[in-house]
Nanobody, 118 residues
């Protein structure tokens, strides 16, 4: 059984920081492109950031300069460092992988709530 396990969500004040982690769990030997998505109430799930196995990154305009995506291939883990958080960043954050063990598919974490509020 293969799954993505997320952690790090919580409540933070505007301007604060959080670090999200998501690790592929199970018998893992390969994870391809990974990303973070978020979904706010009443809105479509949207891409936040992606990172390839080789470390190439892409960010949505709304988070560029504030968020940093990274990964540790030895741990099969992707991170999202979120700085300068704004109330509009409030959402459920999901991690994603497009291929695990060379099996193509959209693999999703369970989601972790990020709430930015004073």
């Amino acid at each position: 059984q293969v799954q993505l396990v997320e952690s790090g969500g919580g409540l933070v004040q505007p301007g604060g920081s959080l670090r999200l982690s998501c690790a592929a769990s199970g018998s893992i030997f390969s994870v391809n492109t990974m990303g973070w998505y978020r979904q706010a109430p009443g809105k479509q799930r949207e891409l936040v950031a992606r990172i390839t196995k080789g470390g190439n990154t892409n960010y949505s305009d709304s988070v560029k300069g504030r968020f940093t995506i990274s990964r540790d291939n030895a741990k099969y883990t992707v991170y999202l460092q979120m700085n300068g958080l704004k109330p509009e960043d409030t959402a459920v954050y999901y991690c994603n992988a497009d291929s695990i063990n060379f099996r193509i598919g959209n693999y999703w974490g369970q989601g972790t709530q990020v709430t930015v509020s004073s």
